[in-house]
């Protein structure tokens, strides 16, 4: 935050001159945001625009009557209840094991040290940084070997492969800092490895933890091209695939299209905006150093 | 914290696998048919819609799982499912050899030979139909439609151009576009984004300027495109085309996109199969204001393709599949639905629809043709068929020109996969 | 805002055990028989394949050809080196543009201000939706006749400006990025404010007294401070510019004659359309080569930092 000393101590003249280029500048911030905000409004506008509306009048002016009927057809015609659904349980599944598993990965490679735990955990990160398209072939016929494929839970065992990775390494962060002398204390009252973990290291890092479980869901929610690779039945679709299927079918029912975009977003804002602390705390998403 | 985690994660799971079952089962019950088509029209929905639950009325029990996709989303997915067990039991495709002559090298379709035995199918279809899908040996597919494509044309616009009669012959054709351009009006409309809609323009370009002998040798491997100069030619041409006649903003358009303008009066020509007849009416169009012209190639050829309904190989529901096929194809359900994707049925037994004036338009086309030209990407390898498209777009870019095209095309049919 | 940093005490030291070793196995083993299994197997897998031509059907077989993909690659392949050269471009552009933006913006709004975290939330919240989705909603926005773009240049009088935005080849995939900078922008910005948050206070007070006017503060106080940030921010946009792929697939496919194609769409396109799988897995190999080589001196370089 800046300081207003200075100007307290200067007296009148110099505090003119900062207001003005505050004022200066939360206008130019408010003009940048509506900006950023103008694809919203046409989309929004758009969606409840009948497709003679969408025709006749300009993007960003609001609709000359409210067809609501497009987010009925589109849900309908997109199968928005079955994607919805099909992303809600992947994502529900995946990010509690994921954690899971990430946590006890990171809790063994920070505080149980051996030989080598630092280059398995650079090779576990790695993995997390190369794109995903470049294993989407063998995955392929991995899943299909398998018999997973086009199916939920075989989707999410990619899912859980590739998301690991990151969380390890913004764990292994945490567990690392944890005071060694409270490891100590509780060996020397007897407990064991397991106890340390459950009781110690993991309660420390719940708040990483909670904005990790945020932070996943919605990557899980918004993930695209694994799925599309793995699930082939439109009964399995997640909601990428429905906005992706929708937008090639129906391009030209400008009215439905937007009405199901926006209603493939809803879920995601609302847990932006519950949780946005998690999100714009950037400390996560870089991993940076305090 | 945590055990909220676990537990939400327990009922998940119980969740996930209790709804998994249930839509695995969906799909591998023995009474579900999982059918794989393309997005269908505003009409054609229901009618299909239509025979899907006279099907399921005359079987009790048995359900006919509908999955429609975009044509390039719907080619990608089959190709895709081929040697797996997800793919779909029916599906329908276009039966050429880049197309499904692919699928069923991937083991995707069955040869259904018993089932022709049984049911008799090898009387109920045309001739021409019956070649497209006796073609890989044994029998592959059900004859779904004969699809032809022609040149439709608004014939207030013409007249507006001061066209009194339809060209018979390439440079008549030319004339007309330039008459058209003189009277303010867009010549003809196409889609960019959906490469095979500009490539139906290249195809005739090409049986105009080469003639049929060697655009079919052409396309089937025997002739080179680097050695033809009708190749050079014809892709002159295409850049004529993109550069006085197509719609402005050709190249960012889907070809539902560019058909608005046709429906709307704004476009002259549209190049489209029989399908088109119930499209326009669909969109708005009065039928009688539209008039067909088959392209001016001057070989007596039509072009068209085949499309056909297929059985997957890997389904284990092959029996019911072919009774559902032997429904759909049969007399009573063709009358029904003629003129819906087609002008005519597939099904010798059944007339043309005389709702719409157009199709009576296709009939002499059909008679009258000396053999048929396909789409190049029925005829082409997937991989080089991404290739053509390619070149065709860059020559109308001007990133390449034409008289190089036929050597970079055939340089990389030369290095392609075999 | 949530504390996200552990406490402070005496990291413990690292004392590599062979009983830890044992003690460590069953927390490891889920973890390393997912990523083992779904990661390093089918990148493995991918490099094995470039040295085989094969169509991708089950059915068929797997020919060995040596490197005769990536000989055709790098000769033969018309598409590869445009797919090359936007990845690297891409690369560049989100570099300078987004990222510059996002740091402007941070230091615009690491101030008290009325409606703050509105402005925060706002400019954060695209890079919440799906990639796919924005691609589906900026393709709205592109379209020549009926969207926002050029209607607004129209109305404003601008008309000449209008472009097929994702039609023509000379631009289309600058019409993508742009879309991206919308999603991009909010990435960087809360990294860069977290880390102008940690620009001590004092440092710019004294220079301040010293008599430093606001550029000079800028100059020697804030950007040495915000190193540490700034790496992680160039890293992390480099790394997601190389896997651009939703954005291209939702927005053109690859076209218009494939200008807009990339390293990740073109191997997907080579496995999967064009069924030729040698040829997708050695480009797959290729951005593996491309991402390892950038990845690993960042981890090498964090990870000493770490202990």
């Keep these: 935050m800046s300081s207003s000393i200075p100007s307290v101590r200067s007296g009148v003249r110099r505090r003119a001159r ?40 300009a993007p960003w002016l609001p609709p000359s009557e409210w067809h609501v009927a497009n987010y009925a057809d589109a849900a309908r015609t997109g199968r928005l209840a ?24 990171a809790f063994a490679l920070s505080r149980l040290p051996f030989r080598g735990s630092r280059v398995l955990l650079a090779v576990i990160v790695v993995g997390s940084m190369v794109p995903v398209q470049i294993a ?7 899943m299909l070997n398998l018999g997973l494929l086009n199916s939920l839970a075989g989707l999410v065992l990619p899912y859980l492969a590739f998301g690991i990775p990151y969380q390890i390494f913004i764990l292994h962060g945490f567990f690392s800092a944890i005071p060694v002398e409270l490891e100590e204390a509780a060996r020397l009252d007897g407990a064991s490895t397991f106890r340390i973990f459950w009781r110690i290291c993991l309660p420390l890092a719940v708040p990483a933890l909670g904005a990790l479980f945020i932070l996943d869901f919605v990557a899980t929610w918004n993930e695209y091209a694994i799925a599309q690779t793995l699930l082939q039945s439109q009964s399995n679709w997640t909601i990428p695939l429905a906005v992706q299927g929708f937008s090639t079918q129906y391009s030209t029912n400008f009215g439905p299209l937007n009405a199901f975009i926006i209603m493939s977003v809803v879920p995601v804002l609302i847990v932006y905006l519950l949780f946005q602390r998690s999100f714009v705390s950037g400390a996560f998403a870089g991993a940076v150093k305090s | 914290m945590l055990r909220k985690f676990l537990a939400t994660a327990t009922a998940a799971v119980v969740l996930a696998v209790g709804l998994s079952g249930c839509s695995a089962a969906g799909a591998n019950d023995d009474k579900t048919l999982v059918f794989w088509t393309v997005t269908q029209g505003d009409e054609q929905l229901p009618v299909l819609e239509d025979m899907i639950q006279r099907f399921e009325d005359a079987h009790p029990g048995v359900t006919v799982d509908l999955e429609q996709r975009s044509i390039d989303a719907h080619k990608d997915a089959l190709r895709q499912v081929a040697g797996t067990g997800v793919g779909p039991d029916v599906y329908f495709y276009w039966e050429g050899s880049g197309l499904a002559g692919e699928l069923v090298d991937a083991g995707l379709s069955a040869d259904l030979t018993s089932y022709y035995n049984k049911y008799d199918w090898d009387d109920r279809f045309t001739s021409a139909a019956l070649a497209g899908i006796t073609q890989y ?17 608004n014939k207030t616009l013409f007249k507006k151009a001061g066209i009194a009669t339809e060209p018979t012959t390439y440079d008549e054709l030319i004339a007309d576009a330039d008459a058209l351009v003189d009277a303010g009006v867009t010549p003809i409309e196409v889609g960019g984004t959906v490469n095979w809609h500009i490539m139906r323009l290249l195809d005739s370009l090409v049986e105009t300027e080469c003639g049929a002998t060697t655009a079919t040798a052409l396309f089937s491997g025997s002739a080179s495109w680097a050695d033809e100069t009708c190749v050079t030619a014809s892709y002159e041409q295409l850049k004529t085309w993109g550069d006085k006649y197509f719609n402005d903003g050709y190249l960012s358009m889907s070809n539902d996109d560019s058909s608005l303008l046709f429906f709307s009066g704004d476009a002259a020509m549209a190049i489209e199969g029989t399908w088109f007849d119930g499209t326009v009416v669909e969109n708005g169009m009065d039928p009688n204001e539209l008039g067909i012209f088959r392209f001016p190639t001057g070989t007596g050829r039509l072009s068209g393709f085949g499309e056909a309904l297929y059985v997957n190989d890997a389904s284990t529901k092959k029996d019911l599949a072919a009774t559902f096929l032997d429904f759909v194809t049969s007399t009573p359900i063709q009358k029904d639905s003629v003129g819906t994707w087609a002008s005519l049925s597939a099904n010798k037994e059944v007339a043309a629809g005389t709702d719409n004036p157009l199709d009576a338009l296709w009939e002499p086309f059909f008679t009258e043709a000396d053999g048929v030209y396909n789409p190049a990407d029925q005829s082409l390898s997937g991989e080089v068929t991404t290739e053509y498209w390619r070149i065709q777009n860059a020559v109308l870019t001007g990133e390449i020109a034409p008289a190089d095209a036929g050597a970079q095309l055939q340089t990389f049919i030369d290095g392609s996969a075999k | ?35 083992v299994g779904f990661v390093l197997y089918p990148l493995v897998d991918t ?16 020919d060995f050809v040596g490197v005769d993909n990536y000989v055709r690659l790098f000769t033969a392949d018309p598409v590869f080196w445009r797919a090359m050269l936007n990845s690297v471009l891409w690369v560049a552009l989100s570099l300078l543009v987004p990222m510059l933006l996002s740091l402007v913006l941070a230091l615009a709004l690491n101030r008290r201000m009325v409606g703050r975290n509105v402005f925060r939330s706002i400019f954060y919240m695209p890079a919440v939706f799906a990639s796919i989705t924005v691609a589906a909603v900026w393709r709205w926005i592109y379209n020549p006749t009926m969207g926002a773009l050029n209607q607004l240049l129209d109305h404003v009088g601008l008309g000449g400006l209008a472009h097929e935005w994702l039609g023509d080849p000379s631009i289309a995939i600058y019409s993508i990025f742009a879309a991206s900078i919308w999603q991009a922008v909010g990435f960087g910005l809360v990294l860069f404010l977290a880390g102008l948050q940690q620009v001590q206070q004092e440092l710019v007070d004294s220079a301040r007294v010293d008599g430093a006017n606001a550029w000079h503060v800028f100059r020697n106080v804030t950007l040495p401070a915000l190193r540490p940030t700034t790496a992680v921010v160039v890293v992390l946009t480099v790394i997601n510019s190389l896997k651009v792929y939703d954005l291209v697939v939702g927005m053109t496919g690859g076209g218009p004659v494939q200008s807009t194609q990339v390293l990740a769409l073109w191997s997907v396109t080579q496995s999967f359309q064009n069924h030729n799988v040698g040829m997708g897995s050695a480009v797959a190999v290729v951005l593996l080569v491309i991402s390892l080589s950038l990845v690993v001196p960042y981890l090498v370089w964090s990870l000493r930092d770490n202990k």
């Design chain 1, 136 to 142: 989407l072939s063998p995955l392929f016929t991995e």
């Design chain 2, 137 to 153: 040996g044994g029998h592959h597919g059900v004859p779904w439609t004969r699809q032809a494509m022609a040149v439709y044309y």
């Design chain 1, 18 to 57: 900062p207001d003005w280029f505050r004022a200066g500048l939360w206008v130019a911030l408010l003009l940048a945001l509506i900006v950023w905000s103008i694809p919203f409004l046409v989309m929004v506008f758009t969606s409840f625009k009948a497709n003679a509306d969408a025709a006749a009048s």
């Design chain 3, 47 to 62: 490099v094995r394949l470039s040295f085989f031509s094969w169509s991708g059907f089950r059915t068929r077989p797997q």
């Design chain 1, 82 to 105: 079955t994607t919805a659904v099909n992303s809600l349980i992947v994502a529900l599944v995946k990010v509690p094991i994921g954690l899971a598993v990430a946590s006890a990965a």
């Design chain 3, 1 to 35: 805002m949530t504390t996200l940093s552990p406490r402070r005490g005496a990291p413990s030291s690292y004392r590599p055990d062979a009983r830890n070793g044992m003690l460590a196995v069953p927390y490891l083993v889920p973890a390393l028989v997912l990523y």
